[in-house]
């Protein structure tokens, strides 16, 4: 699987960073606090040369539907709990990998796609660094 890439100067540039600042964590509460608008930020987890981006799109009776910048084909989206996880398909919904979820949650998952697939569009376009091997979706 090819690794996306992208810089931290380019994510400053398009809005889409999140930089820890270790002089103003002095206590427990303030990291809490500075971890918590990281994570809900789109966390942009920075390593030198590598970026892993997940976008949590929403939150479904505790179920996360969440979009990766470094993925495989074809485009897809994962749900997730804390026992369960499955990818499905950004074309049609169809289950690529399901491991814990009923045929009753992913009929509603799927229910719940038919009105934002072109939502779940969007974020995936905005989510794709320019050497990635799984392109945007054309509409």
């Known amino acids: 699987m090819e690794i996306c890439k992208l810089s931290f100067s380019k994510l400053e540039n398009i809005g889409k960073s999140y930089l820890f600042n270790q002089n103003k964590i002095n206590s427990f509460e303030k990291f809490e606090i500075q971890l918590n608008q990281f994570l809900n930020s789109g966390a942009y987890i920075y390593n030198n040369n590598f970026i892993n981006t997940k976008h949590l799109i929403t939150t479904l009776n505790n179920i996360k539907i969440e979009i990766y910048s470094n993925e495989h084909p074809p485009p897809h989206f994962h749900v997730k709990t ?51 091997a799984v392109g945007k979706i054309r509409i």
């Open 82 to 132: 804390n026992n369960c996880r499955a990818s499905l398909s950004i074309e049609d919904c169809s289950i690529l990998e399901n491991s814990g979820f009923s045929k009753k949650v992913i009929k509603n998952i799927q229910d719940w796609f038919k009105h934002s697939k072109i939502d779940l569009i969007r974020v995936w376009n905005e989510t794709r660094p320019s050497d990635c």
